[in-house]
């Protein structure tokens, strides 16, 4: 018996839109037939009354039958039932007064407009009920959500209360931010498909039907993990396909903290892997860092012939945002690039934002031009000829905010002076001869500062590859 309830019920979401359709529509005619010159539409209500008044019904009772699935927030489940319901009465009731109504109102004008206003509390009951039922499925909050994943464009979560990555609690900061973004809009409070909650302590602990998501020291083993890295086609593959994935680094924590036992408390400094999840922490880091270093204020537009001069070497040169006079210069085109070429960039220094040198002929003679580049926020010198000496040039770039020093003959000291730059958020430092003391001085005297020195690896996704199978 179960099982049939089971079945019906699976009906309800493709029911329950033919009753919205159908209503609203028949509402619509009899809108359109006031006019004379839609008066034809009137012989179309009645059937629609009929068939939308059997459809309410037969949501509803699909509905009833889905609700025993469990899942559900309780309250708003009741509700949504109630005025589903009602929905069904009112539909039912009103088939037989706007067929009889012509008894009572002998006059067409009345008549008229007396249908118009039967439709008004069923109109309004159906609306209530569909978005009762749309929080149900999607969330409370759901259609404000959008303007929250524009803002939330690159990584799933903020960082914005982390100032300093290895004293940041692994949980609170980084893994609940995680789930909260992905997974409590099916398993929190307000919903528990799977009669999982996901968004406190307690619950994580208890797991659900299916048992317990997390087995400690075993990610594998661990739904919370596994389900993250089946292929999006499978039906238990979380968050569902067409929700917004996780990215790899995203993942990488979850494996990490579950390996180290899932701990609820403790620090990042603290684990076994720190090196590692500060890797993670950082490679997510800059896709939130280039988001916060826009400026907000207007700045005036670039000269034109200085762009050009730029483009005609091969230069790439853009907007930073569609709206922005500020600028991103790329020299990715122009590895010829020499020290004195970078003098080109000096007509537009009021708007140059992010700088990309990187894998260019550029010496520490070259950081005397880019000094001068006060709005610089991003600076990438990747695989270039600077080395400690030249970074101190830096120093007047009081906003720059990210510095890429890999492949560079960077060492503790050129990183010890970047500490005076008090806006600096993080640096790229691996493949250089910086070590892990020099890191620890300069977390010191800047512990904002996040410092990648490499030495990590992310898992694979089963979006990363494409696998070709032939048909024989």
């Avoid at 990610?219 to 993990?225: G, T």
């Avoid at 005609?312 to 040169?317: I, N, S």
């Avoid at 003098?343 to 070259?366: A, S």
Wanted: hydrophobic residues 40%.
């Amino acid at each position: 018996m179960e099982i049939v309830a089971q079945f019906f019920g699976r009906f309800h979401p493709l029911l329950v839109h033919l009753p919205i359709g159908i209503l609203y529509l028949a509402f619509i005619f009899e809108v359109l037939s006031y006019f004379s010159s839609y008066k034809k539409l009137r012989q179309a209500i009645q059937p629609a009354l009929f068939w939308g008044a059997l459809f309410a019904v037969l949501a509803a009772g699909s509905g009833y039958l889905l609700s025993l699935e469990g899942g559900y927030d309780d309250k708003l489940l009741r509700t949504h039932q109630l005025t589903g319901i009602a929905t069904a009465i009112l539909s039912t009731v009103h088939f037989f007064l706007r067929k009889n109504v012509v008894g009572y109102f002998q006059d067409k004008g009345k008549r008229r407009l007396v249908r118009i206003f039967l439709f008004i509390p069923l109109i309004g009951m159906l609306s209530l009920t569909g978005h009762l039922g749309g929080s149900l499925t999607h969330g409370e909050d759901y259609l404000f959500q959008i303007a929250d994943d524009l803002e939330t464009a690159g990584p799933s979560f903020r960082f914005t209360s982390i100032e300093e990555v290895d004293s940041a609690i692994l949980y609170r900061d980084v893994i609940e931010p995680i789930l909260n973004s992905r997974c409590y809009e099916c398993h929190s409070s307000k919903k528990q498909k799977g009669q999982l909650r996901l968004d406190q302590v307690q619950f994580i602990e208890k797991g659900g039907k299916h048992g317990e998501v997390i087995v400690f020291g075993i990610p594998d083993s661990s739904l919370l993990y596994s389900r993250l890295m089946l292929p999006l086609e499978d039906e238990h593959h979380m968050p569902p396909n067409e929700k917004r994935q996780l990215s790899s680094a995203e993942i990488a924590l979850v494996k990490s903290w579950i390996e180290e036992g899932a701990p609820f408390d403790r620090a990042v400094k603290n684990f076994k892997e720190a090196s590692k999840i500060t890797g993670y922490l950082s490679s997510i880091l800059s896709q939130s860092l280039r988001a916060s270093i826009i400026p907000t204020d207007n700045v005036r537009a670039a000269d034109a012939g200085a762009i050009a001069t730029l483009t005609a070497k091969g230069v790439l040169v853009v907007p930073v945002g569609s709206e922005s006079n500020y600028l991103s210069v790329s020299f990715v085109n122009a590895r010829s690039t020499t020290d004195k070429d970078l003098e080109m960039l000096l007509p537009i220094k009021d708007q140059l934002l992010w700088l990309n040198v990187g894998r260019t002929g550029i010496t520490d003679e070259g950081l005397r031009t880019i000094g001068q580049l006060a709005q610089l926020s991003k600076l990438n010198l990747e695989y270039t000829g600077v080395s400690d000496a030249g970074l101190e040039r830096l120093l007047p770039l009081v906003k720059l905010a990210s510095l890429n020093l890999v492949g560079t003959k960077s060492t503790d000291v050129g990183l010890a002076r970047l500490a005076q730059l008090s806006a600096l958020k993080q640096i790229f430092a691996y493949q250089t001869q910086v070590t892990s003391a020099g890191v620890s001085n300069i977390l010191t005297k800047s512990p904002g500062v996040s410092i990648d020195t490499g030495h990590y690896s992310l898992p694979s996704l089963v979006t990363d590859t494409l696998v070709f199978k032939s048909k024989r």
